[in-house]
């Protein structure tokens, strides 16, 4: 099956630094790339959904000036998390979905934040 | 608005079949998905229902009413490693791509 990695698995930053998670499809190119935020326990909730070559679409309520995406290849999405502050710590998974137009989406392994 | 519900925790015995329901309210509807979730993983995607009816993959099976805007998920003779966070997720507004997922099901399998 098609696969979607991310780096890195999990970070620890200070508060007020800024953390970038990228994401990639191994073995497919991905017009289409989606990021999520998931806190312990509950569910996936999506923050926006990135598009190569043009601006991410965000969300209501997840502010674009924080988190930062580019998507700048098929391949290539990246996520980054401005001026980091304790309550940003959970788990990022993106995912994908290739240009074969198949139902699924493939999600990467995740990236679990901290801020201290 | 959307939304999906779905029950917080079930759970089985090793050899059991359990059912998942999964009711959903939302502007635009495309179709139901089922995703899976190990304690730490990644979701994987199980099973995806466009059309009422029952979809079947091995021991796990979907269904869709659209009618009633409800699915579920069946998972036939539990294994322990079956034990995971199931997720519905709808295919709503804003496009086929984008999912909306539900709040989540733990299911505990025990010997």
């Known amino acids: 099956g098609a696969v979607v990695s991310q780096h890195p698995s999990w970070v620890i930053c200070k508060s007020g630094t800024s953390v970038k998670i990228e994401c990639r499809s191994l073995?497919?190119?991905?017009?289409?790339m989606f990021w999520y935020r998931q806190f312990p326990k509950q569910s996936l909730m999506l923050m926006a959904t990135?598009?190569?070559?043009?601006?991410?679409?965000?969300e209501q309520g997840v502010e674009k000036d924080k988190f930062l995406i580019n998507h700048a290849s098929l391949t290539l999405s990246t996520l980054t998390v401005t001026s980091a502050h304790p309550e940003d710590s959970s788990f990022y998974i993106c995912?994908?979905?290739?240009?074969?137009?198949?139902?699924?989406?493939?999600f990467g392994p995740g990236t679990r934040l901290t801020v201290t | 608005g959307q939304s999906l519900e779905q029950p917080s925790e079930v759970t089985a015995v090793e050899g059991a079949i359990v059912q998942i329901n999964c009711t959903y309210q939302?502007?635009?509807?495309?179709?139901l998905s089922w995703y899976q979730q190990h304690d730490g993983g990644a979701p994987t995607f199980l099973s995806y229902n466009a059309l009422d009816g029952l979809e079947e993959t091995g021991r796990f099976s979907s269904f869709l009413s659209r009618s009633d805007s409800y699915g579920y998920l069946l998972l036939q003779e539990l294994q322990m490693k079956d034990s995971a966070s199931y997720f519905c997720?709808?295919?709503?507004?804003?496009?086929?791509?984008?999912?909306?997922f539900g709040a989540g099901t733990r299911l505990a399998v025990h010997p």
């Open positions: 990135s598009n190569e070559g043009s601006k991410a679409t965000y």
């Open positions: 995912s994908a979905r290739d240009l074969a137009g198949v139902r699924e989406q493939y």
């Open positions: 997720a709808v295919h709503g507004s804003g496009g086929y791509n984008k999912l909306i």
């Open positions: 939302t502007s635009g509807f495309y179709g």
């Open positions: 073995d497919f190119q991905a017009t289409t």
